[in-house]
C-alpha cells in the first residue's frame, strides 16, 4: 500500500477555494501559536487587531491607504507573470516613480501651469519605474538573462540612489536635521478624500486595475501575452515576436510600481523621505500571487494584507507587541496557501502497489 | 597607502565579509543541486537571533552557534519540503520564508533589543599574527572567521574530489542520469537545502555574536540578498565565493575609510552601488560568454523539480 | 560473468490506449549479439526497458539463470548485470568522461581519487578500443564519442548484458563499423549485447541472432543463416499491409502549391537530415511521404514551415521561392504539427483562445478584440467539425486527442488553405477520431494540395493518390496510388531494402 501523487488534469475549482479557506484559518491558528509563546492572549491579539482595521471609518480607511500601493505592486508584477516573467523589482521601480515625480514637483512644478503638475508627474512616475524594468527587462528580451536577481539587484541600487538624493543633494536647507527633500508645493499634493489619507492613488489603482482586466481579455496585444506566457513554442509557431513583448511588458510593469511610488510621495508623505521603501514592493509578489495574477483578485488580497498590516500597526500602539506579527501572518499565509495549492494540482491516492508507468 | 591602513581595509574587508561567505558557501550547495533558495535573508535573520538568544540563555557561545544553525536548517527543510516534496514555486516560497524569516525575527526579537549578551573574542594566533601586512589583518580575528578560512578549501575539495560531491553535482546537472545511475535525487536536494540553511543561520549568529554583537531588527539589512548574488558572481564555485564576499567587504571597509578619512574620491553612495551593479555585470557576461558559460554555468537543473516518471 | 541463460517469460505491458508488449517470450544466451527488430511501435523499447528495470510488466517474469528476479529500478538491473544504452544519452554534459563513468558507481572511500579512475577508464577503453580521453568533457564530444562513454559506464560496471537502443542513429559510417567491431569482442568475452533496430541490413552484418517484433508480438526468432534474403525480413517486419478502399473520388490536380527540388537540411544537432529531396504537391491531390519515424520526416517538415533552414536545394511555395528562413505565408498554409498539446496548442487556455491562435488578426480591429464574434465563431467551429468538449470555457487541456485533434484541424481549415501539411495527424487517435480526420482531409482535397506525413502505411495508401518512401533522409521512389506493384515494395522500402530497380 502507498500513497501516490497524480497530477490532476485540471486543476480544481472547488479545491482551489476550499483549500485558501483553509489556508486563511491555519495561519490564523499559527499566529495565534505564535502570539502565544510570547505570553500574549491570542483572541485579544486578533480582536485588537479586527479593531485596529475595522473599528472605525477611520482605520478603515487607513487600511485603504496602505493597499493602495501594495494594489499598484500586485498589478505591476501580475502582469509581468501573465508572460512568465518574475518582476522582483517592483521595490526599486516604486522608488524610481517617486524620484522621478519628486523631480518633477521640486523642480519643474514653479514653471508650470498648476493643471499640468500632476498629470506630468504621474507620467513622470510610471515612466521613471518603467525604464527602471526596462533594464532587466532588456537584458532578458535581448540578452537571455535571467530576470530574478537583475531585478533585485537594482532594487539596491535604487535606494541607495534615493538616499543619496534626499541626505544630499535634494536634501531641504532648511530642514533642521531631518533628512528629506523639502514639502512639495501645493500644487503637486494629490487631493485626498477628507477626513482621511486616502489619495488620488487609489483612482489610479482601480483604474489600472480595470485597464489590465480588460487589455489582456479584449486587446490583440492581451491575447498575444497570455498566449506567450502559456506556451512560448506555440507563440513563435504563430509568429508573435517574444522579445518584443517582454519589453513592453516590464515598461508597463514598472511603471505601474512607479504610480505606486508617485502615489506614496504626492499623495502620503509630500517629500522624498525615508519610509518610501518599506517593502512594497516584496509584498506585492506576495498580493499578486495570492490574488492568482488577476486585477479582481488583487484588489481583494491588497486590502486583506493591508489590513494585517494595520491590525499590527494598532497591536503595537496598544498592546506593545511588535507590528510584525502582520508579517508573520503573511508569510505563513503564503505557505499554507502554497500547499492548498498543490492539493488542487495533484491528488492523493492509496494503492495496491506502486506503478511504474511511464511519461506515454 | 602606507602599509598600516591597508592592513586595517583588509581586516575591516574579511570582518565585513564573512556572514555572506558562510551564507554564500551554503547556497553554492543547495544551488549546486538544483534549488533555489531565495530565503537566506530571512534564515540568517532567525540564525542571527536564535543564536544570541541561545548563547544569552546557556552562557555557551558554541551552543549560540548550534542553535542558530538549527533555526536555519528547520527552515529551509520547510523550503525542501514545500519545492521539492509539493513542487510549489521555487520563487514564490523563498520570498515568503524571507517574509516569515523578516516577521518572526523581529517579532520574537522585540523584548531582547538592546539586551547585552555574549559575544566573541579575538583570538589572535601566536606567530602567523607577526607576519608583516596580513598577519594582524588574517590571524586577529575572532573564531568563526578562522573557521571561514577552512571552511572554503574544504568546500572546494568536497565538491570535487569526493563521490558525494560528484552526486550532488550531478543532481544538479542532469537529475535524469543522476537517477539512473541510482542516485536518490530528491534525498540530496533536501540534505543540501538542509545545509544552506544551516550555512545562513551560521552567517546570522555571526553578525549577533560578533560583528554587530546584540539583536537589531533587520540586522542582516540585505545580506542574504547578497550572498545569493555572490553565488552567481562565484559561479557556483566555493574559492570564488570567498573572493566575491572578500569583495564586497573590501568595499564596505573602502566606504567606511572614505568617511572616516572624509576621502570624496568616490561618492559613498556609488560605492554602496557597486557590488550589486558589479553583480548585474556578471550575469550578462556569464550569459553571453559561450566560453564562461561552458566552463562553469549554473547547475542546469536549478529551479526545476525533478519528476521521475512513475513517481 | 557467467554462462547464464536470461530469459524473459510471457511479458505483458498496457500503457493507455494500447497494448505494447503482448506476451513476449526472449532468451538472451551469453556471447550472443541478439537483434531485436521491428517497425516504430513494435514494442522493442518497452520490452528493453523492462529488461533494464525502468519500467515493470503487467505480467510475466525475468529469469536469470533459472531464478527469477524483481527490478524496482534501473539500480536493480545493473547490479544483476543488466544495462541499457538509451537513444537519448544519460550524460552530465559539463563533466568529464571520468565524472560520468565514475557516477554513482560505489567506491570504497568517499574521497575520489581521480588519476585513479582516469587511468582506468583509459585501460578499459583501450582495451575495448573505445578511445576516449577520460579528461574531456561530454559537451566537447561528437555524439559517437559520446556513445562510447554510455558504453563505457556499462563496461565499468561489468554489465553482462548490454542494451543498445538505436544506436546507429546517431553515428556516421565509419562510426558504426567501430561500433560492430566493439560489439563483436564484447560479445566474444562471453556478454551478450541486444541491438535494437529497425535496419535490416545492420542486422544481417552484426547478428548471431534476430528477434522480430511486430504490434506488440514476437513473430520470429532465427539467426541469419535461416533468412533467405533481406526482404523476408521486411516482410516478416512490416506484413502484408490491407489497402483499405476509401471513397476518394478522383479530382484532377491543378497547379503545384509545394515544391522541392533536391533540397538538403541538417537536423538540431548539426547532423544530415535529409538529402537532395525533390517531389511536388498539386492542388487536388494528396501526396503523403511515408517512412519509420526518424528518418529525416521532422527536420524536412520544419524546413517547409520555415522553422528551420535549408542547407541546398531549392523550395518552392506557391511558385515563389523560400528556405531563406521565416515562414511562408501561413494564411494560407494550414500546418497540422504532430506534437499537438506542445507546439499546437494552448493547454491551459480555452478553447476560444485555442482557435484564435493562427487565425487572430481577422478577429481584431485597431488592437481591439471583436470578443462576441470569435466567441461565435469558435463555437460555429467545434460544431462543424464536431468537436466534443465540457463547455467553451474548458481548457484545451481537458480534450481528449482527438477532439483536440479536431479542434486544430477547425482552426487551420478555417483560413481556407491552399496547402495543407498534416504531420501524423492521427497519431494516437481512435478509430473514431481518425475516420473524422481521413474524412475531413479528403474534402479539402478538392480545393488544396496536401501533404500528408505518416508513419501509418494503410493511412498513406488510403489517402494519398501518389506516395514516396523515406528513408534515412532521402526519398526512395514515388509512385502513384493505383500502381499495385509498387505498393508491395513499400514495406520493404521503408526498412531500407530497395530492390534493384
Given at each position: 500500500?502507498?500513497?501516490?501523487?497524480?497530477?490532476?488534469?485540471?486543476?480544481?475549482?472547488?479545491?482551489v477555494?476550499?483549500g485558501?479557506?483553509?489556508?486563511?484559518?491555519?495561519?490564523?491558528?499559527?499566529?495565534?501559536?505564535?502570539?502565544?509563546?510570547?505570553?500574549?492572549?491570542?483572541?485579544?491579539?486578533?480582536?485588537?487587531?479586527?479593531?485596529?482595521?475595522?473599528?472605525?471609518?477611520?482605520?478603515?480607511?487607513?487600511?485603504?491607504?496602505?493597499?493602495?500601493p501594495?494594489?499598484?505592486?500586485?498589478?505591476?508584477?501580475?502582469?509581468?507573470?501573465?508572460?512568465?516573467?518574475?518582476?522582483?523589482?517592483?521595490?526599486?521601480?516604486?522608488?524610481?516613480?517617486?524620484?522621478?515625480?519628486?523631480?518633477?514637483?521640486?523642480?519643474?512644478?514653479?514653471?508650470?501651469?498648476?493643471?499640468?503638475?500632476l498629470?506630468?508627474?504621474?507620467?513622470?512616475?510610471?515612466l521613471?519605474?518603467?525604464?527602471?524594468?526596462?533594464?532587466?527587462?532588456?537584458?532578458?528580451?535581448?540578452?537571455?538573462?535571467?530576470?530574478?536577481?537583475?531585478?533585485?539587484?537594482?532594487?539596491?541600487?535604487?535606494?541607495?540612489?534615493?538616499?543619496?538624493?534626499?541626505?544630499?543633494?535634494?536634501?531641504?536647507?532648511?530642514?533642521?536635521?531631518?533628512?528629506?527633500?523639502?514639502?512639495?508645493?501645493?500644487?503637486a499634493?494629490?487631493?485626498?478624500?477628507?477626513?482621511?489619507?486616502?489619495?488620488?492613488?487609489?483612482?489610479?489603482?482601480?483604474?489600472?486595475?480595470?485597464?489590465?482586466?480588460?487589455?489582456?481579455?479584449?486587446?490583440?496585444?492581451?491575447?498575444?501575452?497570455?498566449?506567450?506566457?502559456?506556451?512560448?513554442?506555440?507563440?513563435?509557431?504563430?509568429?508573435?515576436?517574444?522579445?518584443?513583448?517582454?519589453?513592453?511588458?516590464?515598461?508597463?510593469?514598472?511603471?505601474?510600481?512607479?504610480?505606486?511610488?508617485?502615489?506614496?510621495?504626492?499623495?502620503?508623505?509630500?517629500?522624498?523621505?525615508?519610509?518610501?521603501?518599506?517593502?512594497?514592493?516584496?509584498?506585492?509578489?506576495?498580493?499578486?500571487?495570492?490574488g492568482?495574477?488577476?486585477?479582481?483578485?488583487?484588489?481583494?488580497?491588497?486590502?486583506?494584507i493591508?489590513?494585517?498590516?494595520?491590525?499590527?500597526?494598532?497591536?503595537q500602539?496598544?498592546?506593545?507587541?511588535?507590528?510584525?506579527?502582520?508579517?508573520v501572518?503573511?508569510?505563513?499565509?503564503?505557505?499554507?496557501?502554497l500547499?492548498?495549492?498543490?492539493?488542487?494540482?495533484?491528488?492523493?491516492?492509496?494503492?495496491?502497489?506502486?506503478?511504474?508507468?511511464?511519461?506515454? | 597607502?602606507?602599509?598600516?591602513?591597508?592592513?586595517?581595509?583588509l581586516?575591516?574587508?574579511?570582518?565585513?565579509?564573512?556572514a555572506?561567505?558562510?551564507?554564500?558557501?551554503?547556497?553554492?550547495?543547495?544551488?549546486?543541486?538544483?534549488?533555489?533558495?531565495?530565503?537566506?535573508?530571512?534564515?540568517?535573520?532567525?540564525?542571527?537571533?536564535?543564536?544570541?538568544?541561545?548563547?544569552?540563555?546557556?552562557?555557551?557561545?558554541?551552543?549560540?552557534?548550534?542553535?542558530?544553525?538549527?533555526?536555519?536548517?528547520?527552515?529551509?527543510?520547510?523550503?525542501?519540503?514545500f519545492?521539492?516534496?509539493l513542487?510549489?514555486?521555487?520563487?514564490?516560497?523563498?520570498?515568503?520564508?524571507?517574509?516569515?524569516?523578516?516577521?518572526?525575527?523581529?517579532?520574537l526579537?522585540?523584548?531582547?533589543?538592546?539586551?547585552?549578551?555574549?559575544?566573541?573574542t579575538?583570538?589572535?594566533?601566536?606567530?602567523?599574527?607577526?607576519?608583516?601586512?596580513?598577519?594582524?589583518?588574517?590571524?586577529?580575528?575572532?573564531?568563526p572567521?578562522?573557521?571561514?578560512?577552512?571552511?572554503?578549501?574544504?568546500?572546494?575539495?568536497?565538491?570535487?574530489?569526493?563521490?558525494?560531491?560528484?552526486?550532488?553535482r550531478?543532481?544538479?546537472?542532469?537529475?535524469?542520469?543522476?537517477?539512473?545511475?541510482g542516485?536518490?535525487?530528491?534525498?540530496?536536494?533536501?540534505?543540501?537545502?538542509?545545509?544552506?540553511?544551516?550555512?545562513?543561520?551560521?552567517?546570522?549568529a555571526?553578525?549577533?555574536?560578533?560583528?554587530?554583537?546584540?539583536?537589531?531588527?533587520?540586522?542582516?539589512?540585505?545580506q542574504?540578498?547578497i550572498?545569493?548574488?555572490?553565488?552567481?558572481?562565484?559561479?557556483?564555485?566555493?574559492?570564488?565565493?570567498a573572493?566575491?564576499a572578500?569583495?564586497?567587504?573590501?568595499?564596505?571597509?573602502?566606504?567606511?575609510?572614505?568617511?572616516?578619512?572624509?576621502?570624496?574620491?568616490?561618492?559613498?553612495?556609488?560605492l554602496?552601488?557597486l557590488?550589486?551593479?558589479?553583480?548585474?555585470?556578471?550575469?550578462?557576461?556569464?550569459?553571453?560568454?559561450?566560453?564562461?558559460?561552458?566552463r562553469?554555468?549554473?547547475?542546469?537543473?536549478?529551479?526545476?523539480?525533478?519528476e521521475?516518471?512513475?513517481? | 560473468?557467467?554462462?547464464?541463460?536470461?530469459?524473459?517469460?510471457?511479458?505483458?505491458?498496457?500503457?493507455?490506449?494500447?497494448?505494447?508488449?503482448?506476451?513476449?517470450?526472449?532468451?538472451?544466451?551469453?556471447?550472443?549479439?541478439?537483434?531485436?527488430?521491428?517497425?516504430n511501435?513494435?514494442?522493442?523499447?518497452?520490452?528493453?526497458?523492462?529488461?533494464?528495470?525502468?519500467?515493470?510488466?503487467?505480467?510475466?517474469?525475468?529469469?536469470?539463470?533459472?531464478?527469477?528476479?524483481?527490478?524496482?529500478?534501473?539500480?536493480?538491473?545493473?547490479?544483476?548485470?543488466?544495462?541499457?544504452?538509451?537513444?537519448?544519452?544519460?550524460l552530465?554534459?559539463?563533466?568529464t568522461?571520468?565524472?560520468?563513468?565514475?557516477?554513482?558507481?560505489?567506491?570504497?572511500?568517499?574521497?575520489?581519487?581521480?588519476?585513479?579512475i582516469?587511468?582506468e577508464?583509459?585501460?578499459?577503453?583501450?582495451?575495448?578500443?573505445?578511445p576516449?580521453?577520460?579528461?574531456?568533457?561530454?559537451?566537447?564530444l561528437?555524439?559517437?564519442?559520446?556513445?562510447?562513454?554510455?558504453?563505457?559506464k556499462?563496461?565499468?560496471?561489468?554489465?553482462?548484458?548490454?542494451?543498445?537502443?538505436?544506436?546507429?542513429?546517431?553515428?556516421?559510417?565509419?562510426?558504426?563499423?567501430?561500433?560492430?567491431?566493439?560489439?563483436?569482442?564484447?560479445a566474444?568475452?562471453?556478454?551478450?549485447?541486444?541491438?535494437?533496430?529497425?535496419?535490416?541490413?545492420?542486422?544481417?552484418?552484426?547478428a548471431d541472432?534476430?528477434?522480430?517484433?511486430?504490434?506488440?508480438?514476437?513473430?520470429?526468432?532465427?539467426?541469419?543463416?535461416?533468412?533467405?534474403?533481406?526482404?523476408?525480413?521486411?516482410?516478416?517486419?512490416v506484413?502484408?499491409?490491407?489497402?483499405?478502399?476509401?471513397?476518394?473520388?478522383?479530382?484532377?490536380?491543378?497547379?503545384?502549391?509545394?515544391?522541392?527540388?533536391?533540397?538538403?537540411?541538417?537536423?538540431?544537432?548539426?547532423?544530415?537530415?535529409f538529402?537532395?529531396?525533390?517531389?511536388?504537391?498539386?492542388?487536388?491531390?494528396?501526396?503523403?511521404?511515408?517512412?519509420?519515424?526518424?528518418?529525416?520526416?521532422?527536420?524536412?517538415?520544419a524546413?517547409?514551415?520555415?522553422?528551420?533552414?535549408?542547407?541546398?536545394?531549392?523550395?518552392?511555395?506557391?511558385?515563389?521561392?523560400?528556405?531563406?528562413?521565416?515562414?511562408?505565408?501561413?494564411?494560407?498554409?494550414?500546418?497540422?504539427?504532430?506534437?499537438?498539446?506542445?507546439?499546437?496548442s494552448?493547454?491551459?487556455?480555452?478553447?476560444?483562445?485555442?482557435?484564435?491562435?493562427?487565425?487572430?488578426?481577422?478577429?481584431?480591429?485597431?488592437?481591439?478584440?471583436?470578443?462576441?464574434?470569435a466567441r461565435?465563431?469558435?463555437?460555429?467551429?467545434?460544431?462543424?467539425?464536431?468537436?466534443?468538449a465540457?463547455?467553451?470555457?474548458?481548457s484545451?487541456?481537458?480534450?481528449s486527442?482527438?477532439?483536440?485533434q479536431?479542434?486544430?484541424?477547425?482552426?487551420?481549415?478555417?483560413k481556407?488553405?491552399?496547402?495543407?501539411?498534416?504531420e501524423?495527424?492521427?497519431?494516437?487517435?481512435?478509430?473514431?477520431?481518425?475516420?473524422?480526420?481521413?474524412?475531413?482531409?479528403?474534402?479539402?482535397?478538392?480545393?488544396?494540395?496536401?501533404?500528408?506525413?505518416?508513419?501509418?502505411?494503410?493511412?498513406?495508401?488510403?489517402?494519398?493518390d501518389?506516395?514516396a518512401?523515406?528513408?534515412?533522409?532521402?526519398?526512395?521512389?514515388?509512385f502513384?496510388t493505383?500502381?499495385?506493384?509498387?505498393?508491395?515494395?513499400?514495406?520493404?522500402?521503408?526498412?531500407?531494402v530497395?530492390?534493384?530497380?
Amino acid at each position: 500500500m502507498r500513497l501516490t501523487l497524480e497530477r490532476r488534469l485540471v486543476p480544481s475549482q472547488r479545491a482551489v477555494w476550499a483549500g485558501q479557506t483553509v489556508a486563511v484559518l491555519l495561519a490564523f491558528a499559527m499566529g495565534a501559536a505564535v502570539l502565544r509563546l510570547t505570553g500574549a492572549d491570542p483572541l485579544a491579539a486578533y480582536a485588537v487587531m479586527a479593531e485596529g482595521a475595522l473599528g472605525s471609518l477611520y482605520n478603515l480607511s487607513e487600511v485603504v491607504v496602505k493597499a493602495i500601493p501594495l494594489m499598484l505592486c500586485g498589478l505591476a508584477v501580475a502582469v509581468a507573470a501573465r508572460i512568465q516573467i518574475w518582476n522582483i523589482g517592483g521595490e526599486g521601480q516604486l522608488v524610481l516613480g517617486g524620484i522621478g515625480a519628486a523631480g518633477v514637483a521640486l523642480f519643474l512644478s514653479p514653471h508650470l501651469p498648476s493643471a499640468i503638475v500632476l498629470p506630468l508627474m504621474l507620467a513622470a512616475g510610471f515612466l521613471a519605474g518603467g525604464l527602471w524594468a526596462l533594464i532587466p527587462g532588456f537584458l532578458r528580451a535581448r540578452l537571455e538573462v535571467n530576470e530574478i536577481l537583475t531585478t533585485l539587484m537594482l532594487n539596491y541600487v535604487a535606494i541607495f540612489w534615493l538616499e543619496h538624493l534626499y541626505f544630499g543633494p535634494w536634501r531641504d536647507p532648511m530642514g533642521m536635521g531631518f533628512p528629506g527633500t523639502a514639502m512639495f508645493p501645493d500644487v503637486a499634493w494629490l487631493q485626498r478624500l477628507p477626513g482621511t489619507r486616502i489619495h488620488l492613488g487609489l483612482c489610479f489603482a482601480l483604474l489600472a486595475a480595470l485597464l489590465l482586466h480588460w487589455i489582456l481579455s479584449r486587446t490583440r496585444w492581451g491575447y498575444e501575452i497570455r498566449v506567450i506566457g502559456e506556451n512560448p513554442r506555440a507563440a513563435r509557431y504563430a509568429g508573435m515576436r517574444i522579445d518584443r513583448h517582454i519589453l513592453w511588458v516590464m515598461l508597463v510593469s514598472g511603471g505601474l510600481a512607479g504610480v505606486a511610488g508617485m502615489a506614496e510621495v504626492s499623495g502620503i508623505h509630500y517629500r522624498l523621505q525615508q519610509g518610501l521603501a518599506v517593502g512594497y514592493g516584496y509584498t506585492g509578489i506576495i498580493v499578486g500571487w495570492l490574488g492568482r495574477l488577476h486585477p479582481g483578485g488583487i484588489l481583494v488580497v491588497s486590502l486583506f494584507i493591508a489590513g494585517l498590516l494595520v491590525g499590527g500597526d494598532q497591536l503595537q500602539a496598544v498592546m506593545h507587541l511588535p507590528s510584525s506579527v502582520g508579517l508573520v501572518l503573511e508569510g505563513t499565509l503564503l505557505f499554507f496557501v502554497l500547499g492548498s495549492d498543490f492539493l488542487s494540482r495533484y491528488r492523493l491516492r492509496w494503492r495496491k502497489e506502486d506503478p511504474w508507468t511511464p511519461r506515454a | 597607502m602606507d602599509a598600516e591602513s591597508l592592513t586595517f581595509i583588509l581586516s575591516i574587508a574579511i570582518r565585513s565579509s564573512a556572514a555572506i561567505l558562510f551564507a554564500a558557501i551554503g547556497e553554492v550547495f543547495t544551488e549546486r543541486s538544483g534549488v533555489l533558495n531565495l530565503g537566506v535573508e530571512g534564515m540568517m535573520l532567525m540564525g542571527a537571533l536564535s543564536g544570541f538568544v541561545a548563547a544569552h540563555a546557556s552562557h555557551s557561545l558554541a551552543l549560540g552557534l548550534l542553535a542558530a544553525m538549527a533555526a536555519g536548517g528547520a527552515l529551509a527543510l520547510v523550503h525542501g519540503f514545500f519545492t521539492i516534496t509539493l513542487r510549489a514555486n521555487q520563487v514564490v516560497c523563498g520570498l515568503a520564508l524571507t517574509i516569515l524569516g523578516i516577521g518572526l525575527s523581529s517579532f520574537l526579537g522585540r523584548p531582547i533589543i538592546g539586551t547585552v549578551g555574549m559575544r566573541f573574542t579575538p583570538w589572535p594566533i601566536p606567530l602567523l599574527q607577526d607576519i608583516p601586512v596580513l598577519g594582524p589583518a588574517l590571524f586577529q580575528q575572532v573564531p568563526p572567521i578562522y573557521a571561514g578560512y577552512l571552511l572554503v578549501p574544504a568546500a572546494w575539495l568536497f565538491l570535487f574530489h569526493t563521490r558525494p560531491g560528484l552526486n550532488l553535482r550531478s543532481v544538479g546537472e542532469n537529475p535524469q542520469a543522476a537517477d539512473a545511475a541510482g542516485i536518490p535525487v530528491n534525498l540530496i536536494r533536501y540534505g543540501w537545502t538542509a545545509f544552506g540553511g544551516v550555512m545562513a543561520g551560521l552567517g546570522g549568529a555571526y553578525l549577533s555574536l560578533a560583528y554587530t554583537p546584540g539583536w537589531k531588527e533587520n540586522m542582516s539589512a540585505g545580506q542574504g540578498w547578497i550572498a545569493i548574488a555572490m553565488v552567481i558572481f562565484a559561479l557556483w564555485n566555493p574559492w570564488r565565493a570567498a573572493l566575491g564576499a572578500l569583495l564586497f567587504g573590501a568595499v564596505n571597509a573602502l566606504q567606511f575609510t572614505f568617511e572616516v578619512r572624509q576621502i570624496t574620491l568616490i561618492p559613498s553612495y556609488i560605492l554602496r552601488m557597486l557590488p550589486y551593479l558589479f553583480t548585474v555585470a556578471i550575469l550578462v557576461i556569464i550569459t553571453r560568454s559561450k566560453g564562461i558559460r561552458r566552463r562553469a554555468a549554473a547547475p542546469a537543473a536549478l529551479g526545476l523539480p525533478f519528476e521521475r516518471e512513475g513517481f | 560473468m557467467a554462462t547464464t541463460l536470461t530469459s524473459m517469460q510471457g511479458i505483458t505491458k498496457r500503457f493507455p490506449g494500447t497494448l505494447a508488449n503482448d506476451g513476449i517470450d526472449l532468451e538472451i544466451a551469453p556471447g550472443v549479439v541478439h537483434a531485436l527488430l521491428g517497425e516504430n511501435g513494435a514494442g522493442k523499447s518497452t520490452l528493453m526497458n523492462i529488461l533494464s528495470g525502468r519500467y515493470r510488466p503487467d505480467a510475466g517474469e525475468i529469469l536469470i539463470g533459472g531464478t527469477p528476479v524483481r527490478f524496482h529500478s534501473p539500480r536493480d538491473a545493473l547490479r544483476a548485470g543488466i544495462g541499457m544504452v538509451h537513444q537519448h544519452f544519460l550524460l552530465v554534459a559539463n563533466q568529464t568522461v571520468a565524472e560520468n563513468v565514475a557516477l554513482g558507481h560505489k567506491t570504497p572511500r568517499a574521497i575520489l581519487c581521480w588519476s585513479r579512475i582516469e587511468d582506468e577508464v583509459r585501460r578499459l577503453s583501450e582495451a575495448y578500443r573505445l578511445p576516449l580521453d577520460p579528461r574531456a568533457r561530454i559537451d566537447e564530444l561528437s555524439l559517437g564519442q559520446q556513445q562510447r562513454v554510455e558504453i563505457l559506464k556499462l563496461l565499468y560496471r561489468q554489465a553482462d548484458i548490454l542494451i543498445l537502443d538505436e544506436p546507429t542513429a546517431v553515428l556516421t559510417p565509419g562510426e558504426i563499423d567501430e561500433l560492430f567491431a566493439t560489439l563483436r569482442r564484447i560479445a566474444r568475452e562471453g556478454r551478450s549485447v541486444i541491438f535494437i533496430t529497425h535496419k535490416l541490413e545492420e542486422v544481417m552484418e552484426i547478428a548471431d541472432r534476430i528477434t522480430i517484433l511486430r504490434r506488440g508480438r514476437r513473430v520470429a526468432d532465427l539467426t541469419p543463416a535461416d533468412v533467405e534474403n533481406r526482404r523476408e525480413l521486411a516482410r516478416l517486419m512490416v506484413g502484408r499491409e490491407v489497402v483499405l478502399r476509401v471513397d476518394r473520388t478522383p479530382v484532377a490536380p491543378g497547379e503545384t502549391v509545394l515544391e522541392l527540388r533536391s533540397c538538403s537540411g541538417q537536423g538540431d544537432r548539426g547532423q544530415r537530415a535529409f538529402q537532395r529531396v525533390s517531389f511536388a504537391v498539386r492542388r487536388g491531390e494528396i501526396f503523403a511521404i511515408v517512412g519509420v519515424a526518424g528518418n529525416g520526416q521532422r527536420d524536412l517538415v520544419a524546413a517547409i514551415t520555415g522553422s528551420q533552414r535549408l542547407s541546398g536545394g531549392q523550395l518552392l511555395v506557391f511558385g515563389k521561392p523560400h528556405g531563406a528562413g521565416g515562414p511562408p505565408p501561413m494564411d494560407r498554409i494550414a500546418y497540422i504539427p504532430e506534437d499537438r498539446a506542445g507546439t499546437g496548442s494552448l493547454p491551459g487556455l480555452d478553447l476560444t483562445d485555442n482557435l484564435l491562435l493562427t487565425t487572430y488578426p481577422s478577429f481584431c480591429r485597431r488592437g481591439v478584440f471583436r470578443r462576441e464574434a470569435a466567441r461565435r465563431w469558435a463555437e460555429a467551429q467545434l460544431d462543424q467539425f464536431h468537436v466534443v468538449a465540457p463547455s467553451l470555457t474548458a481548457s484545451a487541456r481537458q480534450l481528449s486527442g482527438g477532439n483536440l485533434q479536431k479542434l486544430i484541424l477547425a482552426r487551420e481549415l478555417s483560413k481556407g488553405p491552399d496547402l495543407i501539411i498534416a504531420e501524423q495527424p492521427t497519431h494516437g487517435l481512435d478509430i473514431g477520431a481518425t475516420m473524422d480526420v481521413w474524412d475531413e482531409l479528403l474534402r479539402q482535397r478538392a480545393r488544396a494540395g496536401i501533404l500528408l506525413i505518416s508513419g501509418d502505411l494503410r493511412e498513406a495508401l488510403s489517402l494519398s493518390d501518389r506516395i514516396a518512401v523515406i528513408f534515412r533522409g532521402q526519398l526512395m521512389g514515388v509512385f502513384s496510388t493505383d500502381d499495385e506493384d509498387a505498393i508491395a515494395e513499400i514495406g520493404p522500402m521503408m526498412a531500407g531494402v530497395v530492390q534493384a530497380s
